[in-house]
């Protein structure tokens, strides 16, 4: 496929995609049938919303790959969920639970809508409704969604009461739930510390320390407050944070345990003292060491591929940089840790919240930090032995290792 830079998105994964079958020698038949989603299914989700007023939304749920072990995915509330990003999700997940060796397909689902103004009411009745709409799709061994962008434990919870209504008891039909319906300690900030564990691996490979490390984060949510906070105890020096609202700077470094109490208090970064305050995009081109993208997909492109001054850039979210500027990063060496690496700590331990589900055990955090942080120091390794080998990119290596293992999990099947 021909590299442009008005790819959709789903196109874009597959551009990365096909390179890779090409280099493990996957036969074109092969790489129609991976490439290919298994499933989709759009619903209609009306909502009464507090004042009486009815709206619709559409849902989606699109399965993709499910030769190595049910579908696996998270749900987002957000307005980009079209059938084309979340089709491309959905594959993303396909190769990442397959680099990090678990026993998961791919799958990934949402609503196009804004959830910003809804109240509790009415995003319980939301996410209740799109349960029921998809309910005959999932189950805990076909397939088992997790939050994502604009849900939470919460809305995981709603989700796995409405599912057991419907189906009797299933713990595991559903992950990142609360400690006391059976989530996983740990779950939380998973993603975050597996961004953390991949930094780490990155800057030991490049002979850097961490207090030597400057940082700037995009994004305060789940994902970027977590990596944050674990890379500021971890002794990085984090100079910069944003969110959708503002981005907030110090040359010197951010107190970021002080700067996430002071979000929580007061409902915005703005505010904090010895901070200051730029655009929400100027994150993208500081002069840092580091730039951990962990927001929206998307965000480094051709027109601002230029100004990223960062030496690394680790993808704490899914997607955020268009392939036409992953070639031009890696032409002037710029070291991309790639999204299926990089924030596989939080279907990681998913998969370890499903495994205690299955066999009605309770994990430690000890437990659960340990073979987190194991397994994705081997997918690290496994990925830079193949960049060695093959003296390619961190995400070739990364997409070849786990389109191999799809391969051949679909060949031993039969299905190719
Ligand atoms: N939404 C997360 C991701 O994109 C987690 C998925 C999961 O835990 O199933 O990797």
């Known amino acids: 496929m021909e590299l442009t830079e008005h790819m959709d998105p789903f196109e874009a994964v597959n551009h990365y995609f096909t390179r890779a079958a090409r280099i493990a020698d996957v036969s074109a038949s ?27 939304y559409l849902g989606y749920r699109v399965q993709h790959d499910n030769s190595r072990g049910p579908f696996k995915g998270g749900i987002r509330f957000h307005k980009s969920a079209a059938i084309e ?46 349960v029921r709409q998809i309910s005959r799709m999932i189950g805990p061994t076909t397939d088992i969604p997790a939050p994502d962008m604009y849900t939470n434990a919460q809305v995981m919870a709603w989700f ?33 510390r597996g961004v953390i564990i991949a930094l780490g691996e990155t800057i030991r490979g490049l002979g850097w320390s961490p207090d030597g490390t400057t940082i700037a984060i995009q994004g305060f949510g789940n994902v970027g407050s977590w990596a944050a906070q674990l890379a500021h105890r971890a002794g990085y020096k984090v100079v910069a944070v944003s969110d959708s609202e503002v981005c907030v700077y110090c040359g010197g470094g951010i107190d970021i345990d002080s700067l996430a109490e002071h979000r929580a208090a007061n409902g915005s970064l703005k505010g904090f003292s010895g901070t200051e305050l730029l655009e929400p995009d100027d994150v993208l081109m500081l002069p840092v060491d580091v730039l951990i993208p962990a927001a929206l997909g998307e965000v480094i492109h051709a027109e601002n591929e230029g100004e990223v001054l960062a030496e690394v850039i680790v993808e704490g979210a899914n997607h955020p940089v268009t392939p036409w500027a992953d070639a031009a990063l890696a032409d002037r060496g710029v070291t991309v840790v790639p999204d299926i690496l990089a924030n596989a700590g939080g279907v990681t331990v998913s998969y370890f919240e499903w495994v205690q589900n299955m066999q009605h055990f309770r ?38 290792i786990a389109v191999e293992r799809v391969a051949e999990a679909s060949a031993l099947r039969g299905m190719l």
């Open 30 to 56: 092969t790489e129609a049938v991976l490439k290919t989603p298994y499933r989709e299914l759009r619903v209609e989700v009306p909502i009464r919303r507090d004042n009486g007023q009815l709206e619709v």
């Open 85 to 130: 990003e979340i089709r491309a999700l959905a594959s993303l997940m396909t190769w990442k639970t397959a680099l990090v060796d678990l026993p998961f397909g791919g799958a990934k689902g949402g609503i196009a809508v804004d959830t910003r103004p809804f109240s509790a009411n009415e995003l319980e009745h939301l996410t209740r409704t799109y």
């Open 160 to 192: 796995l009461d409405e599912y057991e209504q419907l189906n009797g008891r299933a713990p595991a039909v559903v992950t990142g739930k609360p400690l006391a319906l059976g989530g996983s300690p740990g779950r939380i900030e998973a993603t975050g």
């Open 363 to 400: 994990w430690t955090e000890a437990q659960v930090n340990d073979r987190l942080t194991q397994r994705l120091v081997d997918a690290h390794q496994h990925v830079m032995k193949v960049v060695e080998d093959r003296g390619c990119t961190l995400r070739e290596a990364a997409f070849v």
